[in-house]
């Protein structure tokens, strides 16, 4: 058995299809979840299924008896069990039916069902009564305790059945039964409500006894009356507030106990409705809820009026009589109507409270903990139709002691369900149109996908002839299937797959040879040498390769001397070692063989000894001077590096305990370093090249080396030792990636990033180190709105000729322009109403590079400057000064002004003094003239 995912869906419990089927089909009686754990994964009770591939009918029955039902142990928290030992669940027998044909049809049905899936009558006829009782007691927090208490559902014989036609996607129908459902619970309200009331009307007793002293008080004749017939308030409530029936006859209630049956059935029944031909998922729980409103509380209210009328007739219809004459009741009315008044109004404000206090609570609190749905009909998006008898939707409450589930979830219970689908129809016969792939070794053990269509939960595959092969998986469409090859002979066979329906046509599957197998070694010849190498060993065994390599106590790869062609011996050359024995193995592509030991011998006597190189390591160019200390030095030794040709010493000591040699280039790594004197050669000591390092990278200019504090100015940065790794820090900032670095690593660009104004330091970081820094000048943010003018002449990069060009440009009308080089100004202009301007250098220009920018004053502030212009002054040679020459006083070629750096601001204030006085002469004279 099974409980539902999310949402109570059974649909994924449904029989378990790795491709169409012609039809399938389960029946299963208990599903749902709690915990949120689809209870499938944890119950052991097995559901009916059935599932049809193409072949005869499949039929599962699956009866369960009450003992199997209610061992199942799941613990739903709390000391709460599903079923068994404090389970909230108690089961009768059930039955479980399935049954799936060829031709697309299926059934299933679950709960009071025959042998061949028919409803029967529960307890009859050998149905099995297939009833069930749940307590939601468990459910009910403190918070609710006062509104409900002691609830239990209990439901009669409950079947489903789910029927699909035969056919492709044939028509899905379902029907259910449900013999009765009992709703029992207890109102607490309602108990202390009539229990209060009960102590209230006992205190009000004397009340009533009184009206014999009220009227033995009355005037003379009063000793002489006697009352007969006064009523006892207890007695009379206690007959009123025992069993009481709904008018319809749905609802039963205890009064003084608040015990309440619900006939459900009965409630659909008065509103209706049958409550086994219901609209497919009907909610049970709002006819419950109105029934309380419509006839629990009027039923309710007319027992308790009934017990005013009982009092109220009781005190009117006293016998009274004065010296044993009877006196007239209605002359006693204004002694017994208060009494009548005060006794009966406990009884109507209780009556007018117990919509209130009593029907409206008892109801939320049913509704807050349990949800009834009947004839409960699902289609899941591929296709499964589920079919349920009831179902019931636990909800404990926030303050549940024993909570069922935690706050994240509901528990789901459905009661007899049965599911059809998806069914494909009758299948066709499997075709087979690829294998992938389509070889593999004679070994076996390749997982081959098999394309082509048909292909069924139940396909099996043949490889030449072989018994039935399971597939590993197969589609849910039926396009593919898996399988894994068996071992087999080298050579091409058929491969087949069968289902139901029948067998497709073969397709070739190739066994490959085996390939070569693992080297082995089984002698080494000699099996020894001295420590310098050197020695050539002949290495005999099996599965020697051209590309095969040997391995000496775990060196990098030696290349052979020689392989033979039959695999079975190669030659290779030791290098040099410390004494002592080590592993020699030999490797393939195949594999790596198991080792040999070869030993190299200590250095024969009067060898030299090495103790120490100093240094021990150096650049893999060569050119260190490497100090050798030891023993054993004569004037003749020479020195080894990794096998190198022998190397002559650069000195060596009188003692023979030192020598020194320069290294030769070689690879980065560790090599060995032997010397040999006459005697023979010491064993090695090792020396590391070491890579290569990466130059500190320098910088040599930044352009531009300003730019505006918002940043994104592409800069240029020339030097050397870039590299595709390198970062730019402004002012210490992050790591910036470079836009671009140059192939010759003398250039790289990038965008300065938003900073305050001022000067920063700009580096460059590489591999090998940090750059010394340059300058980048973050200036000032611009704050007003005017736009900078553009120098339209000279023209960026252009030429001119002449030391005063005229200089144009266009700009904002009425704005003034000023041009300037770097802080000194060159001339002014107020741009014109066609928005242009033009204004001539008031000192002429010098020979050479010069860069202009300008800026325009409008109604807004001063603009930020223009772009700048670059343009090359370039005169013709004259006088003797020659061409280009300046004077030593600064002055260019025809007395223009040379722009070396130096500040002009005094020469252009002279000008302009002489301008101004020469205007001031000119006006003097005409107005001598007038």
Known sequence: MALLGAGGSILAAAPATAAPVASTAQGRFV???????????????????????????????????????????????????????????????????????ADGSSVAASGAVTNTGGIGVGGQDGVPQSNATLDLSGLIGPDLAGALANAQLEVGA??????????????????????????????????STVSGLRTTLGTLQPTVDGVQDTLNALGP???????????????????????????????????????????????????????????????????????????????????????????????????????????????????????????????????????????????????????????????????????????????????????????????????????????????????????????????????????????????????????????????????????????????TVDVTVTTPAGTSDPLDYTYNP???????????????????????????????????????????PIDPESVSDDGTELTFTTPAHVAGPVDVTVTTDVGTSDPLTYTYNPAPAGAPTLTALDPDNGPVTGGTVVTVSGTGFTDDSTVSVDGSDPITPDSVSDDGTELTFTTPAHTAGAVP??????????????????PAQTAVPTISSLDPDNGPAAGGTVVTVTGTGFTDDSTVSV??????????????????????????????????????GTSDPLVYTYNPASTTTTPPPVITSPTDGGTVTTPTPPITGTGQPGATVTVTVGTVIVCTAVVAADGTWKCTPIVGFGPGTVTITATQTGPDGTSAASDPVTFTVRLATAGNGGAGSTGTNGAGPNGTLAYTGSDPAPVIALAILLMLAGVGLTIARRFRRA
């Open 31 to 101: 599903s749902g979840s709690a915990l949120g754990v689809n209870l499938d994964d944890i119950l052991t009770v097995t559901p009916a299924n059935a599932v049809n591939s193409g072949g005869a009918t499949d039929t599962d029955v699956h009866p369960l008896d009450v003992t199997a039902l209610n061992a199942v142990n799941v613990n739903l928290g709390g000391g709460l069990n599903l079923l068994g030992n404090n389970g909230i669940l108690a089961l009768g027998a059930v039955n479980q039916y399935a049954a799936a044909n």
């Open 158 to 191: 409950v079947s489903a059945t789910a029927a699909q036609a035969a056919g492709p996607d044939g028509a899905q129908t379902g029907d259910y039964g449900i013999a009765g459902l009992d709703l029992s619970l207890t109102s607490p309200a309602l108990g």
């Open 221 to 491: 004749l009063g000793p002489l009356v006697q009352v007969q017939g006064l009523p006892d308030l207890v007695t009379v409530l206690d007959s009123a507030t025992g069993d009481v029936t709904s008018a319809d006859g749905s609802i039963t209630a205890n009064l003084q106990t608040g015990a309440i049956t619900i006939d459900v059935a009965a409630v659909l029944t008065n509103a209706g409705l049958d409550i086994n031909n219901l609209p497919a998922n009907t909610e049970l729980l709002p006819y419950i809820t109105d029934a309380l409103t419509t006839q629990l509380l009027p039923a309710v209210t007319t027992a308790l009026q009934g017990a005013v009328t009982q009092i109220t007739q009781s005190l009117r219809g006293l016998t009274v009589t004065v010296a044993g004459l009877p006196l007239p009741v209605g002359q006693l009315l204004d002694v017994v109507n208060p009494v009548i008044a005060q006794v009966v109004a406990p009884i109507n404000q209780v009556v007018a409270g117990l919509g209130e206090t009593v029907v409206t609570p008892l109801a939320e609190a049913l509704t807050t903990v349990v949800s009834l749905q009947a004839n409960v009909q699902e289609t899941s998006a591929d296709g499964v139709f589920t079919q349920r008898a009831l179902r019931l939707v636990l909800v404990p409450t926030a303050n549940t002691q024993r909570a069922l589930v935690p706050a994240s979830g509901t528990a789901v219970v459905n009661l007899a369900s049965a599911a059809v689908g998806p069914n494909a129809g009758p299948l066709a016969v499997p075709t087979a149109t690829s294998l992938d792939p389509d070889n593999g070794p004679v070994a076996g053990g390749t997982t081959v996908t098999v394309t082509g269509t048909g292909f069924t939960a139940d396909a099996t595959v043949s490889v030449d002839g072989s018994d039935p092969i399971e597939a590993d998986s197969v589609s849910d469409d039926g396009t593919e299937l898996t399988f894994t090859t068996p071992a087999h002979a080298a050579g």
């Open 514 to 556: 085996a390939p070569a197998a693992v080297p082995t070694l089984t002698t080494l010849d000699p099996d020894n040498g001295p420590v310098s190498g050197g020695t050539l060993v002949t290495v005999t065994g099996t599965g020697f390769t051209d590309d095969a390599t040997v391995s000496v106590d775990g060196s990098d």
């Open 673 to 690: 370093v032997t010397v040999t004197n006459g005697s023979g050669t010491s064993a090695p000591l090792p020396y590391t090249y070491n």
């Open 731 to 768: 002012d210490g900032s992050d790591p910036i990636t470079p836009a671009s670095v140059s192939a010759d690593g003398t250039s790289l660009t990038f965008t300065t990033p938003a900073h305050a104004a001022g000067d920063v330091e700009v580096t460059v970081t590489t591999a090998g």
